[in-house]
C-alpha cells in the first residue's frame, strides 16, 4: 500500500505546473502639459502664448490649444481679453496670439493652457502683466 501510495505522488507531482508566473505591470504614460508666455511684461498690441504636451517625454503633434486669459485676484484693473487657440507642431509646441487691445495698465493676467487629446483636457498655466511697472 505504501508503494501505491508512493506511485500516485509521485504521477500527482509530475503534472504540477513548475514555471513561474510574473503579474506583468504596466502603467500609464506619463502626459503633460506646460505653458509660458513669450514674455511677462507685456507693453504691445499682443502677446505669444504657448503650450506643450508630451507622452513620457516625447513630442506629441497635431493637439489642439487653447488659452483662456483671466484677470488675477489680485489686479485692481481688468479689461476683456479673448481667447486664442492654435494646434501642436511636431515639436509638440503649439501657440497663439492673445489681442490685448482692451487691456489695462497694470493688469496681471493668468492664463490658462488647455490641450484636448482623446478626450481628456490636460492644463497649465502662466502669466502676464500689461505695462507693468515692474
Known sequence: MLAALVLWVAAVTSQVDHRVYLPVVSRAPQIEASAWVQNTLVSGPSVTIF?????????????????????????????????????????????????????????TTIVTVTMTMDGRPYRAQTEFCFRCNR
Request: charged share 15%; hydrophobic share 30%.
Open 51 to 107: 503650450g506643450r504636451i508630451t507622452r513620457d517625454g516625447a513630442a506629441i503633434p497635431e493637439v489642439p490649444m487653447s488659452a483662456v486669459p483671466e484677470c488675477a485676484p489680485w489686479s485692481p484693473f481688468c479689461g476683456p481679453i479673448p481667447p486664442c487657440y492654435g494646434v501642436t507642431g511636431h515639436d509638440g509646441v503649439g501657440h497663439c496670439q492673445l489681442d490685448l487691445s482692451h487691456a489695462k495698465k497694470n493688469q
